[in-house]
Structures are given as C-alpha cells and as structure tokens.
C-alpha cells in the first residue's frame, strides 16, 4: 500500500509546478479570469486535466467566507417562462463555477416567500436569485430586509433588489407594430392573469403601440397561460368575429386559439393573424406555423449570474440587466386582405 503521500489528492500548487506558472495564475485560469494569455491557460488546463485536481470548495470558503452557492426562489415552474428561467440561470451558474440550491414555491404569499428564503439562507448562500412572477413578491423581499445579494427575474432593479428580464414590453409592442404594419386595425389581447408582472407588462406594451398608432384596445380577455382557456377564449371570438388579429400572451393559448378558430370556420391566417409569446420548440410546427416573440432565456440567465457576481465578487449592485426579446415571423401572420 502507498504512503499517505502518495495517495493526497494533487493541490493547486502542484499543478502550478507541473504547468511553470504562480499559484495566483493557476486561481485565475480557474476563476475564468480575462487577463491570462490563451497559451498559458490551455498550459494550466492540461496540467489540471493531467493531475486530476479538483477545487476544494470546502477549503476555499474557511478563506473567502463564501460557499460558491447560489440560493433560488422559484414558482410556477410548470410554466414554460419560469421554468427555462430555472435553467438559464443554472447554467450560467455552472459556467462562473457556483452551485444551485432550489427553493420551490406555490403562489407567492410573505410566509411561503419567507420560509423558502430562511431555508435558504440556512444553507448559507452567497446570494438569492428570485424566479417568482407574482407582484407581491417584490413586496415580500424587501420586507425581509435580506443581508444578501439578491437579483428579481423580472424586476426593475430598484432600491436594494437588482433585476434582470426580457422587456416583455417591448416584446408585446414589436408583435402589435408588426400586425399594424400588415394593415391590421382591430387587434384584440389574449393575455395571461394580470397577477402576473410579465402578464400585466405585455398588457401594458399591446396597449401602448395601439393608442400611439390611434387604434382602440377594447379587444381584451383574460386567460390562465393553458391551451385549454386559449381555446375557451377561441371560441368566443370565433363567435364574435370582432378582431382581424390577435396577439396571444403565450405560444400555448395561441395553440387552443387555433383549434378553437379551425372548428369555427375561422382561417389563419386569411381572417385572423394570430401573435403568440415565448417561441417554444413546437411553435415553428403549429399549423400554420407561428409568428411569435422569441425570450432569450440563456441570455436572460446569464444577465441574472452577472449582476450576481458583481455584488458578490464586487460590491457592485442596483443595476439592471435587461434583455431584448426578438420578433419570429412565421405563416400565421398575414397582410390584411391579401391571401398566402
């Protein structure tokens, strides 16, 4: 049997011997530090690699009083929006080299809001990144008066909480200007529960790009984010005949939209363009495929671990980290009159 020696797991100094460069170099190389030449950090990555060293997360925070994990608060993650969210954000999180501890809530109450965090914060996270879509969240956080970095999905970066989010009205205004560009002038809004700060933001944006374009914005129902009360919804406007075109709140309902129209002798896109939200996967195989606006959700994760690690690594904090979602044009759009 070898001696204790030979059997300790190789240390970081060993692998600044084996790649001939300071233990400082071979912290930056780990780190994902900018200012190392591509020469010496392939030199160190293949003495890390040779060595089989791993970081000692345990040994670092004794030193750095962190523990290179990152607490979050999520919701609804049977939703599409949350959900990606979640993963974006885990992610980004494993590329800048932290771990992910996942607190999961239902609604967004202070007491359910507060016992996830204090699970959290148990677990002694550098900071709190918040996937939760409802208003009072907001509310709930600062209440806490937390003694930690902590980024909102979907704030706006005031007081004491960073944000990061998709414009979502942006998102609702590029769909509207895009229906009114294809002549359209009864636009209507299925939109998800006003509860929601993505829902109400998209509500908001629809209504905006109408008023500056002088169009009316009585056209509006409210849905659940589900296929099923996107086809409900379907089936009274079908009935209705009021609106040449639609934007819908999420790809989802946009789906029930166009079964509830294709029973009713409702053509899409000949009588009816229709706008969904969100570009999921099957959005591109809708019949006809869909015109959407497309989240960046990657972008929007990555966004989420910056604001978090310059308040952690840097002190930094109250800013916003806002990405612009994009307009996909697929077949379910339409000039006014015109025929495909």
């Known amino acids: 049997m070898g001696s204790n020696d030979e059997r300790r797991l190789p240390r970081l100094e060993d692998v600044a011997v084996r790649s001939k460069v300071s233990h400082q170099t071979v912290s930056r190389v780990i ?25 000692n997360t345990a040994a670092r925070s004794l030193v750095t009083r962190r523990t290179q994990t990152i607490g979050v608060l999520a919701s609804e993650l ?89 414009d979502q009205k942006l ?11 294809l002549g359209h002038q009864r636009i209507g809004h299925v939109s998800g529960p006003l509860d929601w700060i993505d829902g109400q933001a998209r509500v908001d944006g629809w209504r ?16 659940d984010w589900s296929a099923g009360s996107g086809y409900r919804i379907g089936q ?11 934007f819908v709140s999420n790809d989802q309902m ?3 939209l166009l079964r509830a129209f294709g029973e009713n002798g409702v053509r899409v896109p000949e009588d009816v363009s229709l706008v969904g939200f969100d570009d999921q996967p099957e959005a591109a195989y809708f019949m006809p495929p869909l ?20 308040q952690i690594e840097g002190g930094a904090g109250g800013s916003t980290g806002v990405v612009e979602p994009e307009l996909v044009v697929r077949a ?9």
């Not at 780190?31 to 970081?55: C, Q």
């Not at 590029?174 to 009114?180: M, S």
């Open 78 to 166: 049977g939703q599409y929006g949350p959900a990606n969210t979640l993963l974006g954000v885990q992610q980004a999180a494993r590329e800048a080299g932290y771990f992910v501890s996942i607190a999961a809530i239902k609604g967004a109450g202070a007491e359910a809001v507060s016992d996830a965090v204090r699970h959290l914060t148990d677990q002694g996270v550098d900071g709190l990144i918040v996937i939760v879509p409802h208003g009072g969240t907001l509310l709930a956080l600062e209440e806490l008066n937390l003694d930690m970095p902590v980024v909102v999905v979907g704030g706006a970066g005031e007081g004491r909480l960073s944000g990061a989010m998709v």
């Open 254 to 256: 946009a789906l029930g």
């Open 332 to 340: 379910s759009t339409l000039r006014r009159g015109q025929r495909p």
């Open 171 to 181: 998102g609702a205004r590029l769909a509207v200007a895009h229906l009114i560009s």
């Open 31 to 55: 780190n994902k530090h900018p200012n190392v030449s591509k020469a010496t950090r392939e030199r160190v990555e293949a003495a890390i690699a040779e060595l089989g060293y791993r970081r």
């Open 208 to 223: 905006e790009e109408l008023t500056e374009a002088g169009l009316t914005d009585d056209l509006l129902v409210e849905g």
């Open 236 to 246: 009274q406007l079908a009935e209705q005949r009021s609106a040449t075109a639609v």
């Open 291 to 310: 015109t959407t606006v497309r989240q960046d959700f990657e972008e929007l994760g990555k966004r989420c671990m910056d604001l978090m690690r310059a």
